[in-house]
């Protein structure tokens, strides 16, 4: 076995170094570090200035179309393309329409929906197997809007010849129609904004950054993706928060299409709670149910789930995916209308699809204030899920997409669609993984979807009036099988992340309960709660040798380690800031076992008892020799030094650039020195006078290995700032460091450096670095320390041999006189 271990460790290379030990501005003047430098006026006129080079690259960043058209191949190409774009438009078209149910809109709204944010992204998008289109999320949560603003009390009145409330239905959808392309304005506006701004102030924060990347990195983040600074938001969407919202989003729209399938009549609710009251209404509703809606509803959803499983099973045989959504519309059109069923039974129909282009109409814009909050969450979520789409399809096919240029895209595409009352739209999920398994290469596969839609709205759409809705709302229940089937993520999350596990049920719960924009509210708020926690509230921990090597880890990890005599090592994983600055303090303090705030404070209060007794000592002295002559006999000697014991505790003189005296920790001796006996006017010694011996401290230098911290702020460097004057007033060293580049540049802008602070040697490039400098210096204190030490031996000596002479040359003349007797 031995062998064999010896064998191991000759088969692996080995690393053998020898330099110097460096602290970090050694290490910068051997090595000539250089300083960046970021002249702001170069770089303002670099932004202003124009060329046409500059013009092309514009031209090619935000229309990606002259980059990839120039380069397409139709011979290979272009037949995929088309196949791929004609079935996937046949799932876009009942797609559109069932989707447009959900936003409580006519089903021509998802015609309309459909076809015209295409035009722009084909020009502008960078995803190539793409699809913009209706998503059941941001349908319910248009309709919401459109519930609250145009509510069906509004367009309802009494006709007294039928003895009932009528509601003027062409009149209301008008009104919800211009309400969503008001909506889809909106998020236009603040999608297209936030990338535009993105890249000039980009530019200026690289400008004004001369001395750190910083100001970059928080302009670029939180100013730089625009001016609704949404994009920021957009950052803290982990895949936790996104699932967790889709499956209640999910779940809700479940029980919005319930209504449609069962053929029952359900007042519509909006704000929190709305999903229960609507369930609570179904569930009472259900004797009333249409029998011919559920049937159709019912016998769709089977042979829909049917073909899909097949089709899955099936997928690499088949050349493209079977468009089983357009044929079950087809077939249940044809059934319904030639056999008069809806008159007969009495179900919901699509009803009247008026044909060819909508009239453009201009956003009202007294409705933005009432739609804000709800249009930053369409435009977050709307963003996040293209995107995450997009990046899925360019890792498959090996392409970049550019999120900027993708934000700006939707943007337009929601922009151009809003003058033609559409809702607001993103990646068409089912439509674009259509056109990718079918072979779909390049936008002409959206364009060919948009030709379907296009042929629909123009001439098939009259066909379409007799399609009951329970068959739209089956289409949707059926594909919503696997965002149901995300109700299980907690039960897998919480074995491998709580933290993620509880921002999953805390973004279900808020968006299920109170409906969807305060759950894109509460959901983002608690992840970046759990951000905070997670940088602060991290366990430090404390770093010994592995044996034989330079490498330092936790000895609770590890056995085959080595302490090091009088240095302890610390290290912390977390960014240093005023949320943690004070715990990390603690951390210090629990990992080294030594408190310096208390233990200044304890010698503060020995130094005061000390002067008190001294003084009350001198008094009792002066007192004595008014009541009797003094004498050398019962003179008392004072051996310890009120400056150096000043010195020793001075706590007005920190600084760490300062040199200190070695530290020494002496016997302080208040007694008297006797020649014989005691004076009889003497009592016996207070405990305080005789001796405090005070221990040791347990280590002379402490290191703080900042590897893992990435930033620092200003609380955190006056921390670290205060911790450096008391353990220098204690005599410990304190170290840092793997000092990240950025950290030292927000040390020294911090002032850290200033008036003493921190010493820049006090900085090194390695915990091994910083080990071996206190190792040196620790042996040259000692050194020092023992010359020191040997030459006040040797002045107290010579001070008790001057006492005994004086002594003895003081009996003298008593021993001469008892020799003449």
């Known amino acids: 076995m031995f062998q064999y271990a010896v064998a191991m460790h000759q088969d692996r290379p080995r690393c053998v170094i020898d330099r110097p030990v460096f602290n ?31 013009l092309k690259g514009l031209l090619l960043r935000h229309l990606p179309i002259l980059s990839w ?28 329409m069932a989707f447009a149910l959900l936003a409580n809109l006519p089903p021509v709204n998802g015609l309309y929906s459909s076809f015209f944010p295409l035009i722009p992204y084909f020009f502008m998008g960078t995803a190539h197997q793409m699809v913009p289109g209706t998503f059941a999320v941001l349908s319910i949560m248009v309709g919401i809007v459109c519930l609250q603003l145009a509510p069906e009390s509004d367009f309802s009145h009494f006709n007294a010849t039928l003895n009932a409330t009528v509601v003027d239905t062409e009149r209301m959808d008008d009104v919800r129609l211009g309400i969503s392309g008001t909506l889809a304005c909106l998020t236009a506006i603040i999608q297209v904004l936030a990338p535009l701004t993105s890249h000039c102030f980009k530019d200026i924060g690289d400008a004004a950054s001369s001395k750190s990347d910083t100001f970059t990195n928080l302009m670029s983040t939180q100013i730089g993706l625009g001016f609704m600074q949404f994009g920021f938001v957009a950052i803290y969407l982990s895949e936790s928060f996104v699932r967790g919202f889709m499956t209640a989003a999910g779940l809700q729209i479940l029980i919005s299409v319930l209504k449609y399938i069962f053929g029952i009549k359900v007042p519509p609710y909006s704000g929190p709670l709305a999903v229960v009251y609507t369930l609570k209404d179904i569930l009472a509703g259900l004797p009333d149910t249409n029998i011919a809606s559920l049937v159709f509803a019912l016998v769709s959803s089977v042979v829909l789930i049917a073909v899909k499983e097949l089709s899955e099973h099936y997928r690499h045989r088949l050349p493209f995916p ?29 009803g009247y699809i008026p044909l060819g282009f909508p009239t453009p109409i201009l956003p009202t814009v007294s409705q933005w204030e009432d739609m804000l909050s709800t249009a930053f969450s369409l435009a977050i979520v709307g963003y996040v899920i293209n995107l995450a789409m997009a990046r899925t399809l360019a890792a498959k096919h090996g392409y970049d997409v550019n999120p900027n240029q993708e934000m700006l895209a939707l943007g337009c595409s929601n922009f151009l669609g809003s003058f033609f009352k559409i809702h607001v739209i993103c990646c ?46 089956a289409l949707i229940a059926v594909n919503l099988k696997n965002t149901l089937l995300q109700l299980t993520d907690p039960y897998y999350l919480w074995k491998k992340s709580k933290w993620d596990c509880c921002v999953w049920v805390v ?12 759950g894109v509210a509460i959901g983002v708020g608690f992840s970046i709660l759990v951000v905070i926690f997670k940088t602060q509230f991290r366990n430090g921990s404390e770093m010994v040798q592995i044996i034989d090597t330079d490498i330092y880890k936790n000895p609770k990890m590890y056995t085959k380690v080595m302490s090091i005599t009088g240095v302890k090592v610390v290290n912390y994983c977390s960014p240093l800031y005023f949320a943690n600055a004070e715990i990390f303090r603690q951390r210090v303090i629990k990992k080294t076992g030594l408190d310096p705030g208390k233990l200044i404070l304890a010698r503060r209060k020995f130094l005061e008892k000390e002067l008190k007794e001294k003084t009350k000592m001198e008094k009792k002295d002066k007192e004595a020799r008014q009541r009797k002559p003094s004498s050398l006999v019962t003179m ?14 001075d706590l007005s003189d920190g600084s760490a650039n300062t040199p200190e005296p070695p530290t020494n920790y002496v016997n302080f001796h208040c007694s008297d020195i006797e020649l014989g006996e005691q004076a009889p006017d003497q009592g016996p010694p207070s405990p305080s006078a005789v001796t405090l011996d005070p221990q040791p401290m347990p280590f002379h230098t402490l290191i703080l290995d900042l590897a893992g911290v990435c930033f620092i702020d200003l609380m955190g460097i006056k921390v670290l700032t205060k911790m450096n004057s008391s353990y220098a007033l204690l005599g410990i060293k304190l170290y840092m460091a793997n000092v990240q580049a950025q950290v030292y540049e927000e040390l020294e802008a911090g002032g850290a450096f200033d008036d003493g ?35 006040q031996e040797l002045a107290f000596n ?3 041999a001057n006492l005994e002479q004086v002594c003895n040359y003081s009996s003298l003349p008593i021993q001469a006189d008892a020799a003449q007797r």
């Open 24 to 54: 970090l501005p050694e290490f910068d003047r051997e090595y000539d570090k250089r300083r960046r430098q970021f002249p702001v006026g170069e770089k303002v006129k670099k932004i202003f200035r124009c060329s046409g080079q500059r």
């Open 507 to 518: 973004t279900f719960l808020a968006t299920f309960f109170l409906s969807l924009p305060y």
């Open 322 to 350: 079977i468009p089983m959504e357009i044929v079950i519309v087809v077939v249940a059109t044809a059934v319904s209308g030639p056999l008069h069923l809806p008159e007969m039974y009495h179900m919901d129909i699509v």
């Open 757 to 791: 602070n921190i010493a820049r040697g006090n900085l090194f490039l390695s915990v091994h670095d910083a080990i071996l400098f206190a190792q040196h210096t620790s042996a040259e204190r000692r050194s020092s320390l023992k010359a020191e030490t040997a030459g």
């Open 798 to 800: 010579i001070n008790e």
């Open 69 to 96: 058209l120039p380069k397409y191949k139709p011979k290979e190409n272009l037949l995929c393309d088309v196949i791929s774009g004609v079935s996937a438009g046949t799932i876009q078209v009942p797609q559109g």
């Open 428 to 473: 068409a999920l089912s439509v674009t993984l259509a056109v990718d398994s079918a072979g779909g290469k390049s936008q002409f596969a959206s364009l060919c979807v948009m030709l379907v839609v296009m042929v629909t709205m123009l001439a098939l759409g009259a066909y379409l009036k007799p399609l009951p809705k329970s068959v739209l709302g």
């Open 636 to 649: 008392k000697v004072q051996t310890i030094s009120q400056l150096e014991l000043q010195n020793d505790f």
